[in-house]
């Protein structure tokens, strides 16, 4: 059983900064595929980025992140990070980190259904 604790998440402007982070524990964290994903109100829970495991660390963003946010993992302290940069009004969700024992393919990875381990969320609210 895998646990995930996310932290990070506050009140920031238009244009500002975030990290969150993601904390693990239980099972082999190197191995999982780890995901952040993200929900608005009302809304479903979207893709974010996901970040592969066994060492490879291969990336993959969802369009309206790309180029501002950055999905990195320690392996050693079992933490995932999600930088966030430029931040608008429209990345304001919950951000939930996710982790997936297999590997997932490029379509796959965007889909909260083939996740297995979910956290509790964190809210990030960015006012215009």
């Known amino acids: 059983q895998v646990q995930l604790v996310e932290t990070g998440g506050e009140l920031v402007q238009a244009g500002g900064s975030l990290r969150l982070s993601c904390a693990a524990s239980?099972?082999?964290?190197?191995?999982?595929?780890m995901a952040w994903f993200r929900q608005a109100p009302g809304k479903g829970r979207d893709f974010v980025s996901a970040?592969?495991?066994?060492?490879?660390?291969?990336?993959s963003y969802t369009d309206s992140v790309k180029g501002r946010f950055t999905n990195s993992r320690d392996n050693a302290e079992n933490m995932v990070y999600l930088q966030m940069n430029s931040l608008k009004p429209e990345d304001t969700a919950v951000y939930f980190c996710?982790?997936?024992?297999?590997?997932?393919?490029?379509?796959?990875?965007?889909?909260?259904?083939?996740?297995?381990?979910w956290g509790q969320g964190t809210q990030v609210t960015v006012s215009s």
């Open positions: 996710a982790a997936a024992v297999a590997q997932l393919g490029y379509g796959d990875r965007r889909d909260p259904g083939k996740y297995d381990y």
């Open positions: 970040i592969s495991g066994w060492g490879f660390g291969s990336t």
């Open positions: 239980g099972g082999t964290f190197s191995s999982l595929l």
